[in-house]
């Protein structure tokens, strides 16, 4: 047997006598008319004293019926809103179309169009949508996608096409110290952190994420590209494989945030900040709480400033503002020139580097004269 209903009443009605008998499923029912005051001289206003003494006493539940939600119950709940809502009884599926709005804990979907599965408890979305999760300490995450799968029993949510999920910053964040460096990393805490990719796994209640398929993560300073990652949200980590390119973005953006200063000529300062760092590698791990990457792979390979260096290992640091290579490193200068050691640290905020040699290793250079 298939309902239709057009009219809000007739939808929270039907949600609450359907949707709401399932398990963690339900929906607002209307409000009931207030009942009119008691006047002095009714009999009701005289037999007011006592209902009210009568209520301090918890009553009996009356034969037959339903126990009171247990504490906790509100947050078990879904609650699903739209215009129109078409139910098919015998197949369980509800389909909900108009400004529609699913509610679990503290997640909001909203769109235009769903089918939900009331005895799988899934929701089925085909066309753009928006998913926001807000609540304290917790930065706010917003969410957005051409289609959704929301598995409410598991709190997952699986997104196909255009998958763009935000993490906002930390907009009251100030420097602990008078410090460029504090400045920087002040700056970088106030900004969002975004991920793309085409496809998506969250879990609500946890805020982990899986992307697959041409995955861009980008905030201010840096941005990275990659065939997959993960989003650990308890570490505060994103790691990423495949294919990984980690760009330090130019530091233009340091002038216009007052952190560097332009009022002097500096040649040295001015390279620095037109010139951007890659690294390209099998594996990346960042940080988001220090702003630290660690790449690795067969060949980590890092091109700044005229330089390309290779090795298996290179960690940035964001505090020390370096580049840490390490095991078969390899430095070849735009000279022709080349470095052969166990260990270089390149300095990003100038254009400084240097190179070490293992346990009684030594450090080889090779360079070309001219004829």
Same mark, same amino acid.
């Given at each position: ?78 609650? *699903?809103? $739209? /215009?129109?809502? &078409? =139910? ?5 599926? !509800?389909?909900?179309? %108009? @400004? #529609? ?93 975004? *991920?793309? $990719? /085409?496809?998506? &796994? =969250? ?5 982990? !994420?899986?992307?697959? %398929? @041409? #995955? ?156």
């Amino acid at each position: 047997m298939r309902h239709h209903f057009t009219r809000s009443l007739a939808l929270t009605a039907l949600l609450a006598s359907t949707l709401g008998t399932l398990p963690g499923v339900s929906a607002l029912a209307a409000p009931k008319p207030p009942a009119p005051a008691a006047t002095k001289s009714t009999p009701a206003a005289k037999a007011a004293p006592a209902a009210n003494a009568k209520a301090k006493a918890a009553p009996k539940a009356a034969p037959g019926a339903k126990p009171a939600p247990a504490a906790g119950a509100e947050a078990k709940k879904v609650r *699903i809103f $739209s /215009e129109q809502l &078409t =139910y098919d009884r015998q197949s369980e599926l !509800a389909t909900l179309v %108009g @400004k #529609v709005k699913i509610l679990q804990e503290d997640t909001t979907i909203t769109t235009e169009q769903v089918k939900h599965d009331a005895k799988g408890k899934i929701s089925y979305i085909e066309v753009p949508f928006t998913l926001i999760q807000e609540k304290a300490p917790d930065p706010k995450t917003t969410l957005n996608g051409d289609k959704m799968t929301f598995y409410h029993s598991e709190k997952r949510v699986y997104v196909e096409g255009s998958v763009k999920l935000k993490r906002q910053g930390m907009p009251e964040a100030a420097p602990q110290e008078p410090t460029k460096r504090e400045k920087v990393k002040t700056a970088l805490k106030k900004e969002d952190t975004y *991920i793309e $990719s /085409e496809k998506m &796994t =969250y879990w609500t209640d946890r805020k982990d !994420a899986e992307f697959t %398929g @041409k #995955v861009h993560a980008y905030q201010k300073e840096k941005k990275a590209t990659a065939d997959h990652a993960l989003l650990n949200n308890s570490q505060d980590k994103i790691y990423m494989d495949g294919n990984v390119v980690l760009t330090q973005i130019k530091g233009d953006w340091l002038v216009r945030e007052g952190i560097v200063d332009t009022s002097k000529p500096d040649p040295e300062r001015d390279k620095m900040v037109k010139e951007s760092t890659v690294m390209t590698g099998d594996k990346l791990e960042i940080d988001q709480r220090t702003n630290d990457a660690v790449m690795t792979g067969k060949i980590v390979r890092v091109e700044q400033k005229g330089r390309v260096a290779t090795s298996e290992r290179a960690v940035y640091s964001d505090k020390d503002q370096t580049i840490t290579m390490t095991q078969n490193v390899k430095i070849r200068r735009d000279t022709g020139d080349w470095i052969n050691a166990d260990k270089a640290v390149f300095h990003t905020d100038n254009d400084r580097f240097e190179a070490f040699g293992g346990q009684g290793g030594q450090v080889e250079t090779e360079f070309l004269l001219n004829e």
